[in-house]
């Protein structure tokens, strides 16, 4: 089964994507996301320059022995462009083994543990009221777990709540990429935003009662202390967890929450390889992994990663935001619904014209997500509908604080 073609393709239909395109002799083909928000162009180029010749004449089925050679025979390992390109590929080969096989690509990776892999969704808003409204529409739109980020009094705009309210224009979604020359720049105050935060937690639990199961970012911004006071002060909201407490790269740091919160802890987006983790998970620092099949080196690293979870009794929480492509969310669900140890998938739905591009099987009903049964991942490619959308440069914004420090955004 040789490969005889490979093609990146990017579109963006409201959003960059970068998508691999792999072709075989008998003409089976298979998609790989390659999406690396900001930075798109740079992964494209990987591939286009450096990964592709490599891969023409190729024998698809080699699934494991394509991976180790990109990841070992480029000499330079990890890093988000080069296990972006890589999983690019692996969930391409994948997606055409499982065609080859007739399977939908679970099936390949053990079967299904459960009926549907449980969602959660983005709620936000300036205020409390805009915030009700927001948990509101989620509920009324099936899902059973939300997220929750709030504006801060006497701040601006803050990472994770929709500049427009529930309700307000066609979509509701956090869309910080923006198509500006510069980054936007924002203005953080990290005690504004403690002082705010437990009252905020406070009030949804009065509102929405004791079971909804309630999440939230702290997007890298806290030291660890503060970060351990955090943990401590939402223990009466019982969290299921607290995201991205401090920068991922100190590792250490989450020793220090550790020992002072039972909040469960999630982190991991900004990973991209296994060893990210041997600190936090060998030493049970951290309850959920939060990495993106995208960003990790794709189906086969990925599956590794959650089993080194599963040993260290941590649960899979796989990034699902729309800069993940359908095509990489419908990698995660495959394997959300083939490990043991799921704990629970982010999910932002695609907008209709980012749906016109990718055609898609899975489904979302009583919040629960499903990769649907047809072969494969599941999703197609439109060429034509891609083609109508071409690349725009976007940003993410940049952090500063008020006497105009750079800070993590
Ligand atoms: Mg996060």
């Not at 990017?10 to 970068?18: A, S």
């Not at 991922?248 to 982190?267: C, F, K, N, S, V």
């Amino acid at each position: 089964m040789r490969i005889t073609a490979a093609d990146v393709v990017v579109t963006c239909p409201g959003r960059n994507f970068v998508t691999l395109r792999v072709t075989t002799e008998d003409g089976l083909v298979g998609l790989g996301d390659a999406t690396l928000n900001g930075r798109e162009l740079a992964v494209a180029s990987y591939l286009a320059d450096h990964v592709v010749p490599l891969l023409l004449g190729r024998d698809a089925r080699a699934v494991e022995d394509t991976w180790q050679y990109l990841y070992r025979g480029a000499y330079w390992r990890r890093g988000p462009v080069t296990m972006a390109a890589i999983a690019a590929v692996d969930t391409a080969l994948w997606d055409i083994k499982a065609k080859a096989a007739g399977m939908p690509l679970y099936e390949l990776l053990g079967g299904a543990c459960r009926v549907g892999a449980l969602a959660y969704g983005h709620a936000s808003g300036r205020d409390l009221p805009e915030l009700f409204d927001s948990i509101r529409l989620h509920l009324e739109r099936g899902f059973r777990a939300i997220r929750v980020q709030t504006g801060v009094p006497g701040l601006g705009t803050v990472y994770g709540v929709a500049s427009s309210a529930a309700g307000g224009g066609d979509r509701y979604d956090y869309e910080p990429a923006r198509p500006t020359a510069l980054p936007v720049e924002e203005v953080w105050d990290t005690r504004a935003y403690l002082r705010h935060l437990p009252g905020v937690f406070e009030a949804v639990r009065h509102e929405f009662g004791p079971e909804l199961p309630l999440l939230h970012d702290g997007h890298h911004r806290m030291t660890p202390i503060e970060a351990a006071r955090l943990g401590k002060a939402l223990e009466p909201y019982d969290l299921f967890w607290l995201e991205d407490a401090t920068p991922g790269e100190d590792q250490a740091a989450l020793r220090l929450i550790r020992q002072h919160t039972t909040t469960p802890l999630a982190i991991g987006e900004v990973f991209n390889s296994v060893h990210d983790y041997t600190t936090l998970l060998g030493e049970r620092l951290i309850d959920y992994v939060r990495s993106a099949v995208t960003h990790t080196g794709g189906v086969t690293a990925m599956r590794k990663l959650l089993d080194y979870a599963a040993v260290h009794g941590a649960r899979s929480g796989l990034h699902g935001p729309t800069d993940i492509s359908p095509v990489g969310m419908a990698a995660a669900l495959h394997l959300d619904l083939a490990v043991h140890n799921f704990g629970i998938q982010e999910y932002m739905p695609h907008t209709a014209r980012t749906l016109e591009v990718f055609r898609t099987s899975y489904t979302f009903t009583a919040g629960l997500l499903h990769p649907s049964d047809a072969p494969g991942l599941g999703v197609e490619l439109d060429l034509d509908a891609a083609a109508r959308f071409p690349y725009r440069a976007a940003y993410l914004p940049v952090n500063r604080l008020a006497d105009g420090t750079v800070h993590d955004w």
